[in-house]
Nanobody
Framework: QVQLVESGGGLVQAGGSLRLSCAVS????????MGWFRQAPGKEREFVAL????????YYEDSVKGRFTISRDNAKNTVYLQMNSLKPEDTAVYYC??????????????????WGQGTQVTVSS
C-alpha cells in the first residue's frame, strides 16, 4: 500500500510563506509524477501544481504561478510545495497525490492513484 503524508501547513499572515512536504512510501517514487491539489471550504478540489518524475517538467494553476514552486527529492521520496506571497484565497486543505504518467490528464484529480490525508493552510488578512 502506498502512503503519502503531508506536513508543513499552518497559519500565516498574508504575504508570508510556507513550505509543504509530502513524504511517499512508494519504493518506485522516482518513476511517478506528483501533484498538489487544494480544497477550500464549500468549494471543489482544484489543481495547484504538478511535477514530472525527473523534476524536469512542472506546471502550475494560473493563480499560483510566480508564487508557488513545486520540487522533489527522489532520494528522500519527498515532494515539496514552496508557497510565497500567500493570499487569504490560498486558504485550503492541501493534498499531494501520485500518478503513473504525466499527460494532458494530469491536472485532473480523478486521474491520480494515491492521495495523502491533507494539511491545512490558513492565510489571515
Amino acid at each position: 500500500q502506498v502512503q503519502l503524508v503531508e506536513s508543513g501547513g499552518g497559519l500565516v499572515q498574508a504575504g508570508g510563506s510556507l513550505r509543504l512536504s509530502c513524504a511517499v512510501s512508494r519504493r518506485t517514487f522516482s518513476r511517478y509524477a506528483m501533484g498538489w491539489f487544494r480544497q477550500a471550504p464549500g468549494k471543489e478540489r482544484e489543481f495547484v501544481a504538478l511535477i514530472s518524475w525527473s523534476g524536469g517538467t512542472t506546471y502550475y494553476e494560473d493563480s499560483v504561478k510566480g508564487r508557488f514552486t513545486i520540487s522533489r527529492d527522489n532520494a528522500k521520496n519527498t515532494v515539496y510545495l514552496q508557497m510565497n506571497s500567500l493570499k487569504p484565497e490560498d486558504t485550503a486543505v492541501y493534498y499531494c497525490a501520485t500518478r503513473g504518467v504525466l499527460d494532458s490528464n494530469s491536472m485532473r484529480g480523478d486521474r491520480y492513484d494515491y492521495w495523502g490525508q491533507g494539511t491545512q493552510v490558513t492565510v489571515s488578512s
